[in-house]
Structures are given as C-alpha cells and as structure tokens.
C-alpha cells in the first residue's frame, strides 16, 4: 500500500519541486535587477548665473531646482549652457531634461545631428533657451527642475549653467546683435506696437557659410529651434547673408511671435559644397567651428516716409493708405496715357477739320480775285451742290489728295494760287471717274475670284503668274498685294481668334496652379518655394507680393488702349472701303488689322502671365513669364513683314505652330538644358538650320522648294554663279539683310554651345529680340533710303520709346532675385522698395516696360503712315 501511494504522488512531487526552483530563480533575479536599477537621486537648490561642475553615472541621477519670478509685463529668456568635459561620451551620452510648468525639454550632450546621407556630426557644447509659458498675474513666482542623467557606468563630467537672457524681446527698429550654431540656437520674442499690423523681420550676417535658418513661430511650447525640426510649424526660410520676412498681426492672435534662428549642420542647402560621402555609416564627423555671428532687426514694412505728416503724428504708420496710394499710383500711369490718347485724337480731329475749311474756304481768298480775266466765279451753292453729288467720297481723301496728289503739275504755281476753288472741283471730279473705273473693275474681279485663297493659289495660270513676279528684281507692293483683301482679312483675323483661344487654354491651368503654389507657401510656411524680393513684398491676402502683381496692370490696361486704338483706325478703314475711297484701294501698305488684334491681345496675356509668375515666382513656372513674349516678338516680326508682303505672309497656323515648338525648347532647356552638352549640341544645329532655311524662304520669297532636287539645285547654282562665272547676288538688299540675320544668329547659337547659360529662356528671348531688332533696324535703313519720310507721330513714338526701354532695361538688370541660384543666395540681391515704399525695381521694370511696348506697338502702327497716298506700284519692298 505504501509503494503504491508512493507512485501515485510522485509525479506531483516532482512539478511541484520543479515549480519552487524557478520561483526561487525568479526572485533571486528580481533582487538582483532591483538592486541594480537602485539609484542616488540628488535635488539640489540651483541659482542662475551659477556653473555647476559635476559628475554623473548610472547609479546617481541630479535634479537642480530653480524658482524665478516673472512678470507679465515683462518677459525675460532663460538659456541653459552645457557642457561634457569627458571624452568618449559619445557611446554614453547625458540626459538632460528640463522640466517647466506648461513645457518640456530634452536634449542629449553630446548632441547628434544629422546631415545628408546619414552623416552624423557630434556637439558637445549645447545651449538651448527655454519656451516662457504665459502668465495671467502680474508677478508669479515659477519653478523648473534640471534633471541630469546617464547609463554609462564611469563618470562623465560636465558643466551646468542658467542664465537671464536680459535682451530677449526685440524692439522696433533697433538692431540686435548674436551668435549661433547648431547646438546653440537663439530665438527672441517680438510684441507687435499699437498700429503697426505688418512688420518685416531682417536678419543679415556678414558670414555668406554656414548656411542658416530663420524662422518665424508662434508663442507656444515647445519651440522648434534645430537643424532636424524648425521646419515643422510657422514660417521659415534659408540665408547666408540675408533673410527677411514678412509678418502681419493677423497670423499670431497673441500679437506677438517667436523669431528662431537655426545654423545648419551642412550648406548644401545654401549653395554650398557637400562634404564627401562616409565610409562609414556610424561614422561620427568633427563638424568644425560653426558659429555666425547674425543681426536681427524688426521694422514696419511700411516707412512713415511714404505717409503724410498727418499720418506721421500718429502712432503708426497705416498699411491701408499706402496700399490704396499705390493702386492709385499705378491706374494714375496707366490711366495717363487712355487720356493723352483722348487729348491727341482731339487734336488730331480738329486739326483735320480746320485743314479742311481752310482747303475748301481759304480765308485770304479776295472777291477781286475770283473775278479776274479767264476765271469763272464759282458760286457757294453750285460748290455745296457739287460736293453733294460726289458724296461718295470721304473728305478726308478729298483733303489728302488735294494736298499730295500729282495731278496738280499740269496746272502751274500760279494757277493753284489764284484758283483753289476750281482746282477742289477739278480734283473731285477727277476722282469720281478713277473711282468708279475702280468700282467697275473691283467688281469684276469678285466675280471672278474667289473668297477661298487655296482656290486663287492652285490655278496653274496664276502660279507661273507668281513665279514672274515675285521673282523681279525690284517689287513694289502692288506686285505683292494681288490677292482678293477679303481672303487677306480673313486670313489674319484668324491670328487674333487663335491667340485668344490659346490664351483661354494656357491661363486657366497656370492660374490653377499658382494658386495651388501659394496654398502650398502658406500651409507649410516654406518660403524657399518662392522667389521673392522678400525685402519688398507686401501681402495682401493670401497673395505673398501683391505688389509684383500690381505693377503688371500696366500690361493689360496699355493692351486694351491699343486694341481700342486699332479699332478706331479698323473703323475707318472699313468705311472708306465701304465708300470706294480710292485712296483705301489702291494707296498706301494694304491694312489688314488681324496681326495687330493679336499684339495687343497678346500684351494683356503677357500682363496676366506675368502677374501669375509672380504670385510665386521660380524656375519651374518662368515659362509663364516668357510665353508670350515669344508670341510678342514673333508678331512683331511678321507684322513687319506683312506690311510690304501681304500675299506671302505666312498663315496663322504655320507662325503658332513654330511659336509652340520655341516653347517646348524653351521648356526642355529649363528642365534639360543645365549642364547639358547633348541638348545644346542639338539645340544649336536646329537653330543654324532653322536660320538657313528661314533665310531662303525670304530670299527667294518663298518661290522654292525642299525636296529630294534640292541638293542637285544647290550644287548647280553654286557651279553657275560661283564657278562658271561670279556673279553678285539680284537680291542685294534682301541678301545683305539675311547676311546679317545669319551672323548674328551663328553668333547666338556659338555663344549658347559655348557658355550654356542656365536660363536658356531668357538666351532664348535674347534670339528673338535681336532677330526682330535687326529686322526693325533694317526696315527703317531702308525705308529711308527708298525716299520714304517717317512723319512726326511715328518719329515721336520712337524717340519716346528707345528712351523709355533704356530706362526699363535698366531696371530689369538690378536682379533682385535669379531661381537660376539658390534661394538663400537669391535673396542676396533683395533690395528696399524705391517708390512710396510699395515698388521695388522690378515693379518699376514692369510699369516701363508695358509703356515700352505699348509704344513699338504704336511705331509699327504709325511709321508708314506718310504712305497712305502713295500708289502702291510707287512703294517699293524691301
């Protein structure tokens, strides 16, 4: 029985013993873990301006105790300073964490901060100024607790100390000066004065490396003040040796903010060089001496110079004046010239009406005279009833002719003298009959014509036709202006629909997007997305630089004038043709309007673009800025070239077709063109080849064709003209103007292979800016030189002009920012506003630069204007 039991038991016997062994293991173990994880916590009563020298190990902790009272009325900094005297603390680093009443801060001695590709860089020496929680009392009495601790085993010495930070609120208009690095950044406090709602916060330095940060916070724990967080809330943006930032009292509800100050770990981010890549992934690098010395200074964005005395004895200057004084500083300029216009079209109506009394009722016309031997007197009213029946014709030509017309050499001097009466009547009447020849003949030449231009161009009859005329040696315009002017009007109104619907389609995604841009500058506070003139850019609403935007009003207000101006001149025209005015007919370059509509239209588009870029101006969307620039200059150049070719003016279709492949260039040299040998080598041969092939088209007027015959013909002209005999060009003055065209774009196209500049748009621009001067230069040589004169409005306009685009271009090359930098070293070339305290250069480039265009626009308008009696087989092309 007893066996028995014995093994009945026995299995219970052993779990249980096994189950007491390792319960006994278990707190053995926990002995040993409590009496391993016991610690000496030391509290100490700590006092400011103090350096406390200690040692720390695993087994002791230290809190220092510190109490200090705060005002409500006045608010000081508290900077904590640590050092670690012991070397190796790396592998075991010191913990300290202050303890405040609303806040916390942590921080390890050494301090590791990371760089790019996870370069590590160790800072023994930190300095870190404590978040100041805000106190409703006037005097408050506040604790905080400096706990110090480690997991190294040895001792690790270091030194503690807290200090008053006596200067840290910062005082309008009064400049502070500090030093910081990456361990030890600074912020201050600034309280925004009664009346002032925008200030601008400048930080300067004249240390170009390190790189830093400033950063605007609002008052609120904890304060992001390193390298690996300021970016996580409030405004902040990269400097060398300038930063500045605009604030308005409507962002910080407790009227006052935090300016932070962060050196970087590298300066890459600055334009900087990289330091070289780590062997080593844990492999911690001496970053070297750091420090900068920086100045901050804080001022209202608005100068009390830009305000009236009355405003001036105020406490502050008023955002809301000198906002209003600019807008109407800009429509005052603009809204100048739609009244000048007025005044000179007054002028110009009336000096036409006297002309016309004077031409038809000379007042020093004496009864004698009128009754001498051999003269009929013409009575007033058979004069009045005459002039009725030839209604039919407008004063204005009568007028004109009587005072250019050739038809007075077979009457003598003294005939014209004696018989200007007569010689009115004499003139109409001899008008009426042209007229009416013409009349007749226009007629049949509609019936037979069609109002499709394909059809008039495919007879086989009128193509050899072509071939005859335009390849004389010398044409007149008349040989260029044969087709029906219904086909030609309609063929260039088609420019301005066009150019409108593309700039329908272009305009709603860019507004898109920049919009998209600033919600994305105002929600994460960088401000190195956009390249501003941070020193002169006044917000107003959710717009960062309102007044870059303004300022290109003057693009669209001097659009609309122009187009208005050509419609009056369109109106006129339209009803002299609707008269059978001779002169409309058959004198003067043929008016066709439709290229001029799509100037100015194309002026307004360059206005909003412009307005758009600059809501956020940088590299990816400076193609807005440019577009339409390329349209301007490329119509300008086919205007120009329209007024003496009409016939053979290229379509609306072809000349936007190459303008959007000069865009799509302009686009893949932004992207691909920096540094990019391949892409310029390309480049280059295009647009020597694009020169050659343009050149010939103009040359031989578009009477040649690129085939597979086209080298066997090349070689044959060059055996016939070169080396059979040498013979000089026919087209002498068409060949020296393409000689020169090719020169310079060679040159162009060297220099880009050569150089590569980084802004390939604006060396694109360049092209078409020289290429369009060359051939306005030329145009006027030659006009000069065919005996053509330049009447006096035309020769205003291009005195005013040159003059002002000097003015302008020497605005545009201040350069107050380039995204072809960095936006730290973009801000170096920020400048102080330079007009009521709103506009800085750029805006003033903007206001001369739309003046600018607005007058070549009047220069192409006006300068063959002495031709509008001339016949049209007279004025020869060049």
């Not at 088209?697 to 080298?711: C, D, E, V």
């Not at 004169?789 to 920012?817: E, K, P």
Request: net charge neutral.
């Amino acid at each position: 029985m007893v066996l028995r039991s014995g093994c009945k038991f026995g299995p219970v016997l052993v779990w249980f013993r096994l189950g007491y062994v390792v319960l006994l293991w278990l707190c053995v173990t926990h002995l040993r873990c409590a009496r391993a994880e016991t610690k000496t916590v030391v509290q100490k009563d700590a006092e400011f301006d103090v350096t406390y020298n200690d040692t720390v190990t695993s087994d002791n902790q230290t809190i220092y105790a510190f109490n200090h009272t705060v005002s409500r009325n006045k608010t000081e900094g508290i900077r904590v300073t640590v050092d670690v005297l012991s070397e190796g603390a790396e592998s075991s680093p010191i913990l300290f964490v202050v303890r405040q009443k609303q806040a916390v801060l942590s921080f390890q001695v050494p301090l590791i901060l990371r760089g790019l590709y996870q370069r590590k860089y160790p800072y023994a020496h930190v300095g870190r100024t404590l978040c100041q929680p805000p106190t409703r009392s006037l005097t408050e009495t506040q604790y905080f607790f400096v706990d110090v601790s480690t997991l190294s085993s040895l001792g690790t010495h270091y030194q503690l100390r807290i200090s008053r930070v006596d200067s840290f609120t910062l005082h309008t208009d009064k400049k502070f000066s500090f030093t910081a690095s990456p361990s030890q950044p600074q912020y201050f406090k600034y309280v925004f004065p009664d009346g002032v709602d925008t200030v601008i916060v400048k930080v300067n330095s004249e240390m170009t490396f390190p790189c830093s940060v400033m950063s605007i916070q609002d008052i609120q724990c904890p304060v992001y003040d390193l390298d690996n967080n300021v970016a996580f809330i409030g405004m902040y943006q990269t400097m060398t040796k300038t930063a500045a930032i605009t604030v308005q009292r409507k962002d910080f509800p407790s009227n006052s903010f935090y300016v932070v100050v962060v050196v970087k770990t590298e300066d890459e981010a600055c334009g900087g060089p990289l330091r070289f890549y780590p062997l080593r992934p844990d492999e911690l690098i001496d970053a070297g001496n750091r420090s900068k010395t920086l100045d901050v200074v804080v001022s209202p964005a608005i100068s009390c110079e830009s305000l009236s005395q009355a405003d001036q004895r105020t406490s502050a200057p008023s955002n809301t004046d000198v906002y209003v004084m600019g807008m109407l500083f800009c429509l005052g300029i603009f809204l100048s010239f739609y009244l000048l216009t007025f005044l000179v079209a007054c002028v110009e109506n009336k000096r036409m009406h006297r002309r016309r009394e004077g031409l038809l009722n000379p007042a020093d016309m004496s009864p004698a005279e009128t009754g001498k031997p051999g003269v009929t007197p013409v009575s007033p009213y058979e004069y009045g009833s005459f002039v009725d029946n030839a209604s039919t014709l407008s004063s204005e030509a009568i007028t004109d002719s009587i005072a250019s017309d050739a038809n007075y050499r077979y009457m003598g001097q003294e005939t014209l003298k004696r018989r200007p009466f007569l010689t009115a009547i004499h003139h109409v009447a001899i008008r009426i009959e042209r007229s009416l020849e013409s009349v007749a003949g226009r007629s049949r030449h509609e019936s037979l014509s069609s109002i499709e231009e394909d059809d008039y161009d495919t007879l086989a009859d009128i193509d050899s036709d072509k071939n005859i005329v335009r390849t004389k040696k010398y044409l007149c315009v008349s040989d260029l202006a044969r087709k029906d002017k219904r086909v030609l009007s309609k063929k260039y109104q088609i420019y301005f629909w066009n150019i409108v619907t593309i700039g329908v389609f272009y305009a709603l995604p860019v507004i898109q997007l920049v919009i998209t841009y600033q919600t994305v500058v105002n929600v994460t506070g960088n401000q190195d997305i956009c390249y501003y003139n941070f020193l002169c850019a006044h917000p107003l609403g959710n717009l960062s630089a309102f007044n870059n935007i303004l300022s290109n009003l003057g693009y669209v207000m001097l659009g609309l004038l122009f187009l208005l101006i050509v419609l009056q001149r369109d109106i006129i025209h339209s009803r002299a043709l609707d008269r059978n005015d001779l002169n409309a007919l058959e004198c003067g370059i043929p008016k066709h309007f439709g290229l001029f509509y799509a100037m100015g239209t194309a002026l307004m588009m360059e206005g909003l673009l412009s307005a758009c870029y600059h809501v956020c101006p940088n590299y990816t969307n400076f193609q807005f800025d440019t577009s339409f620039m390329y349209m301007i200059a490329g119509l300008c150049v086919l205007k120009l070239y329209q007024k003496r070719h009409p016939d053979i003016n290229a379509s609306a279709y072809t000349a936007y077709a190459c303008l959007a492949a000069v865009i799509f260039f302009s686009v893949l040299g932004v992207v691909f063109g920096k540094g990019n040998m391949v892409f310029w080598i390309v480049f280059s041969v295009l647009h020597i080849l694009a020169t050659m092939l343009l050149s010939t088209q103009l040359y031989y007027m578009g009477r040649w064709r690129l085939n597979s015959g086209i080298l066997r013909r090349i070689v044959y002209v060059i055996y016939t003209d070169c080396i059979r005999q040498c013979s000089g060009p026919m087209y002498i003055d068409r060949m020296v103007l393409l000689v020169m065209g090719n020169i310079v774009n060679w040159s162009l196209a060297a220099y880009g292979l050569l150089k590569t500049p980084n802004d390939f748009a604006s060396y694109l621009l360049a092209i078409a800016i020289c290429n369009l001067l060359l051939y306005f230069a030329f145009y006027i040589i030659m006009k000069l030189r065919s005996g053509e004169r330049i009447q006096c409005m035309a020769m205003v306009c291009i005195l005013f002009t040159a003059v002002v685009w000097g003015f302008a271009l020497f605005f545009f090359f201040q350069g107050l920012s380039t995204w072809q930098k960095t936006p730290a070293e973009s801000r170096e070339h920020n400048r102080d506003c330079i007009v009521l305290s709103f506009f800085d250069d750029h805006d003033i480039w903007h206001f001369l630069s739309s003046i600018a265009m607005f007058g070549s626009f009047l220069v192409l308008l006006t300068m063959d204007d002495d031709l509008d009696n001339v016949q049209r087989d007279k004025i020869f092309v060049f």
